[in-house]
């Protein structure tokens, strides 16, 4: 499938998700906006301006004994831990991806079995549960995910963004594990992203993006989001910031106009241009690298951000719970 089509396909559906219109007529719509010039980066909806349908790089575990290529996401790995953790499913797909299997693998996006040797390609996804034990208190589970070739590449899912596509293609599913519905009529435009632009000592500086609104599938849903995206997460208090050589910031002396990560086009693109401080800028020619972190809405206060306090130390207790993500990013164009 060529990268247009593919991305029409992924406007399509947020499109279906968000107006409620069927996924044949989203599509109708995004294909006469495309060919009238109509869409583009700046015409995609709130959801769609942060993050893609699909992961941008995937790996190939291939054991030595088949020709079958299995691809996980890279977000997979991040929560696995290791690359041992997921050798071991794909031994496990060996054994039971056979023909008369026992406990045979299911692709989860329609229900057919998976049988590896006849595969050229398998995806390897995970899917993140909530777990409310009343003795631990809430945890997150993780299942994988098989996936044919030809039905969907890999990912990390929130159960119900897993339980929402099965739906939208027609697959028997617990309608308890759905998202809330939308209603959106009568909104004109989305609710804004917030941004502040902190000036750390010694360091590059920071600009932190939280989402103006709550992510339609929960916190699970943003971290998935996240994580097939290839940006980690990190926690502040235990860890030094990575730095992520495939992203980068786009800018120039009049600001920050795009973040994007190489080979999988642009991540972020705000609705107007960026105006961080003139010592921001300064500080981000110095270093030519710029710190980007970002968490759900309502991580901090949407009043604090309103006020530019830059006052961020509310994202140690949220990294430390998994929902904080990011990284140190090359900053081009402030030359």
């Known amino acids: 499938m060529g990268a247009k089509n593919q991305a029409l ?20 719509d995004v294909r006469r906006e ?9 015409h995609q909806d709130h959801e769609g301006r942060m993050g893609f349908g699909e992961a941008p790089f995937l790996e190939d575990w291939r054991p030595s004994a088949r020709s079958t290529a299995y691809l ?3 977000g997979v790995e991040e929560v696995l831990g290791s690359g041992d953790q997921v050798l071991e499913l794909v031994e496990g797909a060996e054994k039971h991806g056979v023909p008369g299997a026992a406990d045979p693998i299911t692709c989860h996006l329609c229900d057919k079995p998976i049988i590896v040797t ?27 995910v098989w996936t044919h070739d030809s039905c969907g590449h890999s990912r990390v899912w929130a159960w119900s963004q897993l339980t929402l596509e099965r739906r939208r293609r027609g697959l028997p599913v617990d309608t308890a594990h ?6 959106r009529r009568g909104r004109t435009r989305p609710v804004e992203d917030y941004y502040v632009y902190p000036v750390p000592e010694n360091s590059p500086p920071l600009f932190y993006l ?24 990190v926690d502040l208090s235990r860890e030094d910031l990575r730095e992520l050589a495939p992203w980068s910031i786009a800018a120039d002396r009049t600001g920050l106009l795009h973040i994007e990560r190489q080979g999988s086009g642009r991540w972020y693109q705000p609705p107007r241009p960026w105006t961080p401080t003139a010592d921001w800028l300064a500080a981000a020619h110095y270093h030519q690298a710029a710190i980007v972190l970002t968490a759900p809405a309502d991580s901090i206060p949407t009043a604090q951000l309103e006020a530019g306090s830059g006052d961020l130390r509310g994202l140690l207790p949220v990294g430390r719970e998994g929902r904080l993500f990011g990284g140190i990013m090359a900053i081009s164009g402030l030359t």
């Open 72 to 74: 996980t996401a890279v």
């Open 118 to 144: 006849e595969e050229e390609t398998v995806h390897l996804g995970l899917t993140l549960l909530e777990d409310q034990s009343p003795d631990t208190g809430p945890a997150e589970l993780c299942m994988p």
């Open 178 to 183: 759905l998202p809330a519905k939308q209603h």
């Open 34 to 42: 495309y060919e009238q010039g109509q869409h583009s980066d700046e």
């Open 210 to 233: 939280q989402p103006g609104e709550a992510h339609r599938h929960g916190t699970i849903g943003f971290r998935a989001d996240r994580l097939t995206e290839g940006l980690p997460a």
């Open 9 to 28: 396909k992924n406007a399509a559906r947020r499109r279906m998700e968000r107006t409620g219109q069927s996924y044949e007529a989203a599509l109708r």
